[in-house]
Nanobody
Framework: QLQLVESGGGLVQAGGSLRLSCAAS????????IGWFRQAPGKERAIVAH????????YHADSVKGRFRIYRDNVKNTVYLQMNSLKPEDTAVYYC??????????????WGKGTLVTVSS
């Protein structure tokens, strides 16, 4: 089993920044590609960003491209999501998830419990 714990969420004003962390334990971290997803109230969960097992390949949804950046530290077993220029529409619960298969469309095998990000206008 792989355990994922998100942290770093909170309340921030529009235009501000947050960095989310996803700490993994239980299995070798480098075996897994990691995705960040978010779910806003009344909306379906959607992918925000994805990073390959090696960290060399990343994907960012169009809605966050140029504002968010995903990166990983395989020594610290942690994936980060740096979020800049936040907008009220970024308000959501953010989840990290892990997959044994690379690629942003792969089925995720493990999920964290989420961290809430609230952006005030």
């Amino acid at each position: 089993q792989l355990q994922l714990v998100e942290s770093g969420g909170g309340l921030v004003q529009a235009g501000g920044s947050l960095r989310l962390s996803c700490a993994a334990s239980g299995r070798p971290f480098s075996y897994f590609a990691i995705g960040w997803f978010r779910q806003a109230p009344g909306k379906e969960r959607a992918i925000v960003a994805h990073i390959s097992k090696s960290g060399y390949s990343t994907y960012h949804a169009d809605s966050v491209k140029g504002r968010f950046r995903i990166y990983r530290d395989n020594v610290k077993n942690t994936v980060y999501l740096q979020m800049n220029s936040l907008k009220p529409e970024d308000t959501a619960v953010y989840y990290c998830a892990a997959a044994l298969v690379d690629g942003p469309t792969s089925t995720m095998d493990y999920w964290g419990k989420g961290t809430l990000v609230t952006v005030s206008s």
